[in-house]
């Protein structure tokens, strides 16, 4: 037996919670993709963040940059991670400006959910031909 959800119940929260993590990664592609349509593949990592925060802005859409994030160990503080931009407090973003992505750039953006606690996470490489063929979505 199937069990349907009342059309008058409200909608699960996982559902609702994945369909606002899925609409803000669209619209963050959208703002990297001008970022890259206007600057082009180059320059440093920090003039392509800059550039998507502006972008971020304009769209209406809250974020943090430069989040610290406290790395333990047994309980004990090694130190901090320093993570590039925390989009609507649902997605975080790693920027590269790199010849090509490897592995480890895919590792570090995991480490980065796990340790914030969000579950979705995009890595861009503005340094790629095209964009989206720099563009990682990492999910926890």
């Given at each position: 037996?199937?069990?349907?959800?009342?059309?008058?119940?409200p909608q699960?929260?996982?559902?609702?919670?994945?369909?606002?993590?899925?609409?803000?990664?669209?619209?963050?592609?959208?703002?990297?993709?001008?970022?890259?349509?206007?600057?082009?593949?180059?320059?440093?990592?920090?003039?392509?963040?800059?550039?998507?925060?502006?972008?971020?802005?304009n769209?209406?859409?809250?974020?943090?940059?430069?989040?610290?994030?406290?790395?333990?160990?047994?309980?004990?503080?090694?130190?901090?991670?320093?993570?590039?931009?925390?989009?609507?407090?649902?997605?975080?973003?790693?920027?590269?400006?790199?010849?090509?992505?490897?592995?480890?750039?895919?590792?570090?953006?995991?480490?980065?959910?796990?340790?914030?606690?969000?579950?979705?996470?995009?890595?861009?490489?503005?340094?790629?031909?095209?964009?989206?063929?720099?563009?990682?979505?990492?999910?926890?």
């Open positions: 037996m199937r069990i349907q959800q009342n059309a008058n119940q699960r929260h996982r559902d609702t919670e994945k369909n606002d993590i899925n609409l803000v990664t669209e619209r963050i592609i959208g703002c990297a993709i001008e970022v890259d349509r206007v600057l082009g593949p180059g320059l440093l990592e920090a003039m392509y963040q800059s550039a998507i925060c502006i972008e971020l802005q769209s209406k859409l809250a974020y943090e940059g430069q989040v610290l994030v406290p790395a333990q160990y047994k309980g004990c503080l090694l130190g901090e991670y320093r993570v590039d931009l925390i989009v609507e407090d649902l997605v975080v973003v790693e920027i590269k400006s790199v010849e090509q992505l490897h592995p480890v750039f895919e590792a570090q953006v995991l480490t980065y959910l796990r340790l914030t606690g969000k579950r979705v996470g995009l890595l861009f490489n503005f340094n790629s031909r095209v964009l989206k063929d720099g563009i990682k979505r990492l999910i926890l």
